[in-house]
Structures are given as C-alpha cells and as structure tokens.
C-alpha cells in the first residue's frame, strides 16, 4: 500500500487512554471509529459515544478525507449515556 494514502488518526477517550490508527483517506469514519473503539477496549455502540474533532459531531458516513481529517488528527471519545 502507498504509504502516502495513509492518513493516522490519534484518539483520546476522556482525555486519558490514546492511540493511533492508520487508515486510507477513502476510508469510512464508522469503519475508521470501530477500530479505534477496539483499541481501546469501548464497546462499539455508537449511539452512546460522542465522537469529536475540532468541536463537531462527525457524520460516520463521511471518507476521512470528506470529513476534513488530515494526518495525526486528534478525534475525542466522549462517553455519554444519555446521547
């Protein structure tokens, strides 16, 4: 794989746990967020997470190109039971 279609995006869940995942731009977010959730051990239900970067919700059906994210992109987990 070209490495120079690889965009690595880092995740923080409430500010502590952190890591990284590579992935293609054309990737789709809810694919890209279900391996971060694995990494860090989050139960993929999506409908209970707030997912952030730079202040908006992102839309999960967007590539990670559309949704504007660049290499080592910082994407916040917040966990929110209420959501």
Same mark, same amino acid.
């Given at each position: 794989?070209? /490495?120079?279609?690889?965009?690595? @995006?880092?995740?923080?869940? *409430?500010?502590?746990? /952190?890591?990284?995942?590579?992935? %293609?731009?054309?990737? @789709? ?8 959730? *694995?990494? @860090? %051990?989050? #139960?993929?239900?999506?409908? /209970? @997470? ?10 999960? *059906?967007?590539?990670?190109?559309? #949704?504007?994210?660049?290499?080592? #992109? ?6 929110? %039971?209420?959501?």
């Amino acid at each position: 794989m070209d /490495k120079s279609k690889n965009i690595n @995006l880092d995740f923080t869940y *409430n500010g502590k746990t /952190k890591t990284t995942i590579q992935c %293609g731009k054309d990737e @789709l977010m809810r694919n890209v967020i279900e391996k971060g959730m *694995n990494k @860090l %051990g989050i #139960s993929e239900n999506l409908e /209970k @997470l707030l997912i952030v970067f730079c202040g908006k919700k992102l839309d999960l *059906n967007f590539s990670v190109e559309g #949704s504007g994210l660049k290499n080592n #992109s910082n994407i916040d987990i917040i966990y929110d %039971g209420f959501f």
